[in-house]
């Protein structure tokens, strides 16, 4: 097996896969943008993806900014800049952590519930029943699900952010004897509306990788229960790959 | 004057296989088709290619004289409100309840009101023999019988012109598979429309057809009235209606 060719073959087999993708997310944001928009399945989409996923974000968040708090701590202690905690633990939390933990949990929880439903409803020729009854699956079924998820999950990180600041206050507080005023304090002089703001924005584009993804593997799985459960892989797989290469470029332009 | 669904020399490739190569049918108003086939010869797939789930790769598909698939998609979508399908599987939505999903049209395509629609859908459940009580089960929990009947009755409400029914008695004891012949016979009556229906169960055909004809290697290479399928005098014909391994069709296991 020559080498150079099995490169040459995955590399065009990735690109190919990544202009499919495109496209399928060209043809979710047309429906999104043209009526009929399926309210009730929007509004479904929004307590499955948004409110469901609380709990999930919630207990991610505490802990992270608690376990950043004791890191930054420690580090900070090399060169005496210990009471910098506060200061560091928000801006990691609303530039990067929230969101791109946010998004990989999300992956795992969303992507992968998309991907399997919508698998499953097209190896049972649900999705073909549907075309035949005179209803587009792309409105119906996928641009809730896109909108749902772009909508949902700045809200989400927003909650991350608070969470996760608090986690690390907590620590900050109870065992590295902060005084609790000041690291608030600290904490709210230092952040800037651009910090949260570069983090939603990063939320919002990630909440449309991860239903879009879902959806684009879930759409054209074939093969019963092994293909729907391989759509499942690929979409979480997909995402997270996604999700990372997208937070480098975001944060990028936004540095410059 | 034309016919009401007319397909012309459809070809499909799939997987590197020709698996239709030149299928002609036409069925009329009030007129029933069965097409009979062994598995995997592209029974299916002759569906899916006028429903506009695949692309045909060459040929026509005209209705009412006109050709669906050179048409723009908003007229396409328009002229495809005339057509019902019964899925082989059934394809109910098992996230939504029996009466939302053979109102699924009413509801989702027409802007018919909710209230209205299950109005309408108990009446299609009354039609297919489907009990209302029912209503508002999953599809899940209705026996494979049962789910034909849903299917059948999403298949109708809407009073198609055209009907599809892919394998209809598949799967069910005999008894309710010629309940299940009696209801087509009776729906296709009633809404007056052009049936075209796939089976490979001979009773079942026998009962619900008008004509029949055979798809073997990606053709129509017989067609004839139900009448005439014991004389047809076609040997793959004779060999599928007697159901013998022996003869021209090899069976591929
Ligand atoms: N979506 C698809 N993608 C690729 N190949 C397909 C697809 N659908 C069907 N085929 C292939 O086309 C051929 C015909 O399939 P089809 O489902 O039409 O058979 P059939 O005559 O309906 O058989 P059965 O009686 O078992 O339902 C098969 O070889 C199948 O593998
Ligand atoms: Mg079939």
Known sequence: MNPFASIGRGTIGMLSEIGRFSAFAGRAIAAVFSPPLFLGQFLRQCWQIGYLSLPVIGITAVFIGAALALNIYVGGARFNAEQFVPNIVVLGITRELGPVLAGLMLAGRVSAGIAAEIGTMRVTEQIDAMTTLSTDPFRYLIAPRVLAATLTLPVLVLVADIIGVMGGYLVAVNSLDFNGATYLRNTFDFVEAQDVILGLVKAGVFGFIIAAMGAYQGYHSSGGALGVGRATTNAVVGSIVLILAVNYLITAFFVE | ?253
């Open chain 2, 1 to 253: 004057m034309a016919a009401k669904l007319e397909l012309v020399g459809i070809k499909k490739m799939l997987r590197g296989r020709q698996v239709l190569d030149g299928v002609d049918i036409d069925v009329n108003e009030r007129r029933s088709l069965v097409i009979i086939g062994g598995s995997g010869q592209g029974k299916s797939v002759t569906l899916k290619c006028p429903l506009g789930l695949m692309k045909p790769d060459a040929g026509q598909v005209l209705v009412d004289g006109a050709d669906v698939t050179r048409m723009p998609p908003e007229i396409r979508q328009r002229v495809m409100r005339k057509f019902g399908m019964l899925f082989q599987g059934g394809a109910l939505f098992d996230s939504l309840s029996v009466w939302e999903n053979i109102a699924f049209r009413l509801i989702n395509a027409d802007k018919v009101s909710r209230a209205d629609a299950r109005e309408r859908a108990i009446e299609a459940m009354r039609k297919v023999r489907l009990s209302p009580d029912f209503a508002d089960v999953r599809p899940i929990e209705l026996s494979g019988g049962m789910q034909k009947r849903a299917g059948l009755a999403r298949a109708i409400i809407a009073k198609p012109d055209i009907l599809f029914f892919d394998e209809p008695t598949t799967g069910l004891d005999p008894i309710t598979a010629d309940a299940i012949n009696d209801l087509i016979v009776e729906m296709v009556k009633e809404l007056g429309c052009a049936a075209v229906s796939i089976t490979h169960d001979m009773a079942s055909a026998r009962k619900i057809a008008d004509e029949i004809a055979m798809l073997h290697n990606g053709k129509i290479v017989w067609r004839g009235p139900t009448a005439s399928l014991d004389t047809s005098g076609n040997s793959m014909v004779d060999q599928f209606v007697a159901g013998r391994a022996e003869g021209p069709i090899q069976a591929v296991v």
